[in-house]
């Protein structure tokens, strides 16, 4: 009979939970899923039935081999180049004694962070005729793109490889140093326990070139979305707007299913938090390697975000131009610092909701479902994602206060970023003491005011770096507010890349070291923050 009762109690905060998840659910389908699903099924013919007309404008006129080739061209190479340098580097910045670690992640995160059609406009302004460097760093063509695209993703994959270095097991290396030497537990241990880290590192990178518009499009290589975006934009043709997305969705599968592939059984399937930048194995390394580790670093940082902001302060001139830029753009800037904060605002909650319904007690069929629509958003071009969005809000009377207004525009650019929150939020959730809550529940205390009680304050700081990271991203999405920014309004990357087709002036070179200087310093907050973070675990509300 006991039994039977505490069955009984258990039965409205089961029911509470699966009400939770499914309306969490239920507003990632109308905010990601259903958008993306109706702009697919343009492909067939959308409401008019099913028709081989898109397949024929596509494939038919629009080289489908010519635009694959470029696609993967550009996405392989910038991967790979990216992958080489940015796991070096997070290597040595995990393993070596490198002074100021902090201010070295706060160079690669403002590195990361910087949109990359601003990489490629600084390479542009220095080697154009008359320039500093004269010829040396071409943008044009299918090589071009993939340097610009590898320079901005090497700090990406870096950070990734530093803590995917740091997660390692630190005992495991340290008896394969006695046993084997330096070189030898290299090759036997901890390559092989950062080979799933640097997997995704890589499958990360792929994606993000594979789907990038801005650096395509300055560099005058048709890659698929560039393609879809021109279906769209130039012609209006939703329907071969969504044919030339399905080679793209196929290419980013198979690149997702060969880092799973290259990941080793056993492995974990995420990040986690390890010791601070693996300090009893640093205490072994040899005086040469943490010079190395110094000098990649510094070429590292110096290359992404050194060189923009240098060539952008060299082509600026005098202090006048930037007095003239906040003028000319002055309005711009309020309205994209406007749009940052609400998108933080929209990425901090949803990323939080998501992952209570996700990992909140036992995982079922409702919380995988929330996980896999949250990452959805970033598995497509932020183009489709855009075209998507404007298609069904468009469409929907109850969707105007979002359709062409700054809220729709937050609430676009909070869709793409809003995975790198969720991922955050699990990495921390997953580290917190799970019998905290569950002495609450033993205690009759419910499971909303559990959350708000217990759960909240120990996720402050980590809800702090996901604010201050989406904010950052927001910032470079040019590729999707170009197509949600309102009438008469603009954020400023939209506007710089808007008057970049005409050409730099000094007044727009000022307008984009602001823009680094901005980026820069919200990296620092972005360190700052996570420092915290890493604290708050290590201290308190973490597993032994």
Not at 89 to 102: C, D, K, M, N, S
Not at 241 to 246: D, G, K, S
Not at 368 to 383: I, Q
Request: net charge neutral.
């Amino acid at each position: 009979m006991t039994d039977a009762l505490d069955r009984l109690r258990l039965v409205p905060r089961v029911l509470r939970q699966a009400w939770g998840r499914l309306t969490v659910l239920t507003i990632l389908a109308f905010w990601i899923a259903w958008p993306l699903a109706g702009f697919l099924g343009q492909a067939t013919g959308g409401a008019g039935g099913f028709s081989l007309g898109a397949f024929e404008r596509v494939f038919g006129e629009g080289r489908p081999f010519l635009v694959l080739k470029n696609t993967v061209a550009v996405a392989l190479s910038a991967s790979l180049m990216a992958l080489a340098a940015g796991g070096l580097a997070g290597g040595l910045l995990a393993r070596a004694r490198v002074p100021w670690p902090r201010v070295w992640l706060a160079g690669l995160a403002a590195g990361a962070a910087l949109p990359p059609y601003l990489v490629g406009v600084a390479w542009q302004a220095v080697s154009a005729p008359g320039a500093p460097l004269e010829g040396a760093l071409a943008v044009e063509g299918t090589w071009g793109a993939a340097r610009v695209l590898a320079s901005w993703l090497a700090p990406v994959v870096a950070l990734v490889a530093v803590a995917t270095f740091s997660a390692a097991d630190a005992d495991a290396e340290e008896a394969a140093l006695l046993a084997r030497g330096p070189w030898g537990a290299l090759g036997a241990v901890t390559l092989p326990l950062a080979a799933p880290g640097l997997a995704s590192a890589w499958a990360l990178a792929f994606v993000l070139a594979a789907v990038n518009y801005s650096v395509a499009d300055l560099a005058c290589v048709h890659v698929y979305p560039v393609e879809i975006f021109t279906r769209f934009s130039a012609y209006h043709d939703v329907a071969a707007a969504a044919v030339a997305t399905l080679p793209l969705a196929g290419l980013l599968a198979a690149a997702w299913v060969l880092a799973r592939l290259a990941r080793p059984r056993g492995a974990p399937s995420g990040l986690r938090l390890g010791s601070a930048l693996g300090r009893r194995l640093q205490a072994r390394t040899p005086g040469w390697v943490d010079a190395l580790a110094l000098a990649v670093l510094a070429l590292l940082v110096g290359w992404n975000p050194g060189l923009p902001l240098a060539a952008f302060v060299w082509k600026a001139g005098g202090p006048a131009r930037y007095a003239d830029a906040l003028g000319a753009a002055g309005e711009d800037m309020v309205f994209s610092g406007g749009t940052a904060v609400l998108t933080a605002a929209v990425v901090t909650v949803s990323a939080l909701a998501v992952v209570a319904a996700r990992l909140r007690h036992r995982r079922g069929l409702l919380g995988e479902l929330c996980g896999w629509l949250a990452y959805l958003s970033f598995f497509v071009p932020p183009c489709v994602l855009g075209i998507a969005l404007v298609e069904q809000w468009s469409g929907w009377s109850w969707a105007e206060p979002l359709y062409g207004t700054a809220l729709g525009l937050a609430v676009g650019l909070a869709a793409r970023v809003l995975p790198v929150g969720v991922k955050v939020l699990e990495t921390v959730f997953e580290r917190l003491d799970p019998e905290l809550e569950e002495a609450a529940w033993a205690c009759g205390v419910s499971p909303v005011r559990s959350l708000y009680g217990i759960l909240l304050p120990l996720l402050v700081p980590a809800m702090g770096a996901v604010a201050v990271l989406g904010a950052l991203l927001s910032l470079g999405e040019v590729d999707l507010a170009v197509l949600l920014t309102p009438p008469g309004q603009a954020p400023v990357m939209v506007r710089i890349f808007n008057f970049l087709h005409y050409g730099m002036d000094e007044t727009l070179a000022a307008c984009c070291a602001l823009m680094v200087l901005a980026v820069g310093a919200g990296a620092l907050g972005l360190v700052a923050v996570s420092s915290v973070v890493v604290r708050r675990l290590s201290t308190q509300g973490t597993t032994p």
